[in-house]
């Protein structure tokens, strides 16, 4: 039987986002926000301030010319931050307080997200637009201790688990690959409510720490690890998973 916070939690809509900023650091800004929800999404670029890291640029594509931003060298539209934020909040107001899903969100988007939102004093308006927040990299982490992976990166366990390569480090390319990463994995209710945080929750400081037990790996598969998930799970939005294959 459900408890009340798993019953919530199975109740909620699912929306699905990403940033794609100026490097890694937490002083970095955003550049790109990007949010999916089933077939509805959202897309919106803005000129950081700062200068993008080479790293970054590297690895994106994004580059400031005389402050306009270009993307792979192509000229992209540019709203402002708080345009961006602003947009995003009527997006999950929207889809009425749904869950917010992404990966590795709580030790990097949502700090930054955070800091955006209390710089424009959007952050009311934010928290009340949503339930909760989800990190799916300690999901995945629990989902799939003992199949030894080498990895928990997305990019890597959609290549694992689907298949299939997408262009990575592109926010909506990504937000689209989680969520089908996410239906195919299917986590229970307990173990979403289990992941579910809030920007309070994440700003806490006090943290028991602790040395995780090593569990021991499973017997080899005798086939890839994708095709035993699709064996055990049928992807039934095949448009969706072509559109994130690389072309």
Same mark, same amino acid.
């Given at each position: 039987m459900l408890t009340s916070d798993e019953a919530d939690v199975s109740r909620r809509p699912l929306?699905?986002?990403?940033?794609?900023?100026?490097?890694?650091? !937490?002083?970095?800004?955003?550049?790109?926000?990007?949010?999916?929800?089933?077939?509805?999404? $959202?897309? @919106?670029?803005?000129?950081?301030?700062?200068?993008? !890291?080479p790293g970054a640029a590297k690895v994106t594509g994004f580059r400031v010319r005389r402050?306009? $931003?270009? @993307?792979?060298?192509?000229?992209?539209l540019t709203n402002s931050l708080r345009e961006v934020l602003v947009s995003f909040i009527v997006f999950l107001q929207m889809l009425r307080r749904p869950l917010l899903i992404g990966h590795n969100i709580r030790r990097f988007d949502c700090p930054l997200l955070t800091r955006a939102?209390?710089?424009?004093?959007?952050?009311?308006?934010f928290e009340s637009s949503v339930s909760g927040c989800v990190d799916t990299l300690p999901l995945t982490r629990e989902m799939l201790k003992g199949h030894c992976l080498q990895s928990f990166r997305q990019?890597?366990?959609?290549?694992?688990?689907?298949?299939?390569?997408?262009?990575?480090?592109?926010?909506?390319?990504?937000?689209?690959?989680?969520q089908t990463l996410y239906n195919v994995l299917q986590p229970t209710s307990e173990v979403i409510t289990k992941h579910v945080f809030t920007l309070r929750d994440m700003e806490k400081t006090a943290a028991a720490g602790g040395v995780k037990a090593k569990v021991a790996c499973l017997p080899a598969e005798q086939r890839p690890l994708w095709q035993y998930f699709r064996l055990t799970v049928k992807v039934s939005d095949e448009a969706e998973e072509r559109e994130i294959k690389s072309t």
């Open positions: 929306v699905f986002f990403d940033l794609e900023t100026t490097g890694l650091g !937490q002083n970095c800004e955003i550049v790109q926000l990007a949010a999916v929800s089933g077939g509805h999404s $959202l897309n @919106l670029y803005v000129i950081p301030r700062c200068r993008m !890291q402050q306009k $931003l270009y @993307l792979h060298r192509q000229l992209v939102l209390d710089e424009l004093d959007l952050r009311t308006d990019e890597y366990l959609v290549k694992e688990l689907l298949g299939v390569n997408y262009k990575a480090h592109d926010a909506l390319e990504d937000v689209r690959a989680l």
